[in-house]
């Protein structure tokens, strides 16, 4: 429902993502080299390289995927050397051992994602946590943190919090350095401002789009992830895949550049009588359903797979609400609360009660957008 946004120079999110892997690199190109001798006959096109693998762009990835289930289906392969493939795939491309370095990476703002609500239904908050929630930055942090949240973020003792109190008593710190450099960390190897960001927890899951359990050569792919709230990805999606073609699977990934929901899709409330008054609509909300209607009509499997039409009907009520609102606010009572409330003010005061203002302050439509609510889709196409 939400494309993934990646929001920093694609070379520069790809060497940072590649620099997780460097050590273990070497090693895994060499027994990637041994096993695509293997597999190599059955793909059009198979990178040579681990690296190219793990930041091709998604519509790269669906031919391995697609090919490398035909191969699994071939009859020229036993079932123990497929079995046998897949287990060394499986161990270079090992996605658990490498997961809580993947979610630090898709917290990491530096990296440049936007990630507040799940991308398959906009439905719930997939937010990361930290520090920054309540901090404005690191020395905001050291310097203003109570020692209950000193304990809790940099994981020590309440007498080693004392110790950066009693410091910051005599003078404030002005640079993250001078707080790294205390003596009370001289046994650490690791910087101790750094602990505050691998302190960072999340609530979402990494989403493969396409399956590793059916390929794992994209287990590692960075275009393959989607971060996605747990009733999407564990309890709706599970193992399945969002298309079957190619072009199925390029149209439906929220990480593809083809990704097009928004434009293809439409929220809308169908009355199931001929009442056409949501006033009161509290009293009659099952008067109403909610529907999705798609020009292309491929988006329907993705509206399938996560249920969105049951799950977003349960949430009528924001519809409704949005649409007794418009009926009873229409531009001209609009214009004429502006009026009422401009009238013989000073013209700060009218700025506040512009009509513009006053649409706001009804409906909260930008206000969504830009602080990025759950149900933006719903909210903006019945708003339309
Ligand atoms: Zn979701």
């Given at each position: 429902m939400i494309k993934v946004k990646y929001n920093i120079d694609k070379k520069t999110l790809n060497a940072a993502y590649l620099k997780l892997f460097k050590n273990d690199s070497?090693?895994?190109?060499?027994?990637?080299k041994n096993i695509r001798k293997q597999i190599n006959p059955y793909f059009t096109s198979l990178p040579s390289k681990v690296k190219d693998i793990m930041v091709a762009d998604f519509k790269k990835l669906t031919p391995i995927y697609l090919e490398y289930v035909a191969m699994m289906n071939t009859n020229k392969l036993t079932d123990l050397q497929k079995k046998d493939i897949k287990q060394k795939l499986e161990e270079i491309?090992?996605?658990?051992?490498?997961?809580?370095?993947l979610s630090s990476f898709?917290?990491?703002?530096?990296?440049?994602?936007?990630?507040?609500?799940?991308?398959?239904?906009?439905?719930?908050?997939?937010n990361a946590y930290g520090f920054w929630v309540i901090y404005s930055d690191m020395l905001d942090f050291i310097n203003n943190a109570p020692l209950e949240d000193l304990t809790r973020f940099l994981d020590i003792e309440q007498s080693t919090a004392q110790k950066i109190i009693d410091?910051?008593?005599?003078?404030?710190?002005?640079?993250?350095?001078?707080?790294?450099?205390?003596k009370c960390w001289k046994s650490q190897k690791k910087k101790k401002s750094d602990h505050l960001l691998n302190n960072a927890k999340n609530h979402f899951d990494l989403d493969h789009i396409l399956d590793k359990g059916s390929c794992p050569i994209i287990a590692l792919s960075l275009y393959n992830f989607t971060p996605s709230c747990q009733v999407c990805n564990e309890k709706l999606?599970?193992?399945?895949t969002i298309g079957s073609t190619d072009a199925e699977l390029c149209k439906l990934?929220?990480?593809?550049?083809?990704?097009?929901?928004?434009?293809?899709?439409?929220?809308?409330?169908?009355?199931?009588?001929?009442?056409c008054s949501t006033f009161g609509f509290e009293s009659h909300?099952?008067?109403?359903?909610?529907?999705?209607?798609?020009?292309d009509t491929d988006y329907q499997k993705t509206i399938d797979l996560f249920r969105l039409r049951e799950r977003y009907n349960y949430h009528k009520v924001e519809a409704l609400r949005?649409?007794?609102l418009k009926e009873r606010y229409s531009d001209a009572n609009i214009r004429s609360i502006s009026r009422l409330l401009q009238n013989g003010t000073q013209s700060v005061i009218a700025l506040q009660y512009t009509e513009q203002q006053i649409y706001e302050d009804i409906f909260g439509e930008d206000f969504s957008e830009k602080h990025c609510r759950c149900l933006g889709k719903l909210r903006k196409d019945i708003l339309k």
């Amino acid at each position: 429902m939400i494309k993934v946004k990646y929001n920093i120079d694609k070379k520069t999110l790809n060497a940072a993502y590649l620099k997780l892997f460097k050590n273990d690199s070497q090693e895994k190109q060499k027994k990637w080299k041994n096993i695509r001798k293997q597999i190599n006959p059955y793909f059009t096109s198979l990178p040579s390289k681990v690296k190219d693998i793990m930041v091709a762009d998604f519509k790269k990835l669906t031919p391995i995927y697609l090919e490398y289930v035909a191969m699994m289906n071939t009859n020229k392969l036993t079932d123990l050397q497929k079995k046998d493939i897949k287990q060394k795939l499986e161990e270079i491309f090992n996605y658990t051992v490498w997961q809580p370095k993947l979610s630090s990476f898709f917290m990491n703002s530096q990296n440049g994602f936007q990630i507040h609500t799940c991308h398959y239904c906009d439905m719930a908050y997939v937010n990361a946590y930290g520090f920054w929630v309540i901090y404005s930055d690191m020395l905001d942090f050291i310097n203003n943190a109570p020692l209950e949240d000193l304990t809790r973020f940099l994981d020590i003792e309440q007498s080693t919090a004392q110790k950066i109190i009693d410091y910051r008593g005599r003078h404030l710190f002005s640079t993250l350095d001078e707080f790294d450099n205390m003596k009370c960390w001289k046994s650490q190897k690791k910087k101790k401002s750094d602990h505050l960001l691998n302190n960072a927890k999340n609530h979402f899951d990494l989403d493969h789009i396409l399956d590793k359990g059916s390929c794992p050569i994209i287990a590692l792919s960075l275009y393959n992830f989607t971060p996605s709230c747990q009733v999407c990805n564990e309890k709706l999606k599970r193992s399945q895949t969002i298309g079957s073609t190619d072009a199925e699977l390029c149209k439906l990934s929220p990480t593809s550049s083809d990704y097009d929901f928004d434009n293809n899709v439409t929220i809308t409330v169908i009355p199931k009588k001929s009442t056409c008054s949501t006033f009161g609509f509290e009293s009659h909300k099952n008067d109403y359903g909610i529907e999705f209607k798609c020009t292309d009509t491929d988006y329907q499997k993705t509206i399938d797979l996560f249920r969105l039409r049951e799950r977003y009907n349960y949430h009528k009520v924001e519809a409704l609400r949005l649409l007794d609102l418009k009926e009873r606010y229409s531009d001209a009572n609009i214009r004429s609360i502006s009026r009422l409330l401009q009238n013989g003010t000073q013209s700060v005061i009218a700025l506040q009660y512009t009509e513009q203002q006053i649409y706001e302050d009804i409906f909260g439509e930008d206000f969504s957008e830009k602080h990025c609510r759950c149900l933006g889709k719903l909210r903006k196409d019945i708003l339309k």
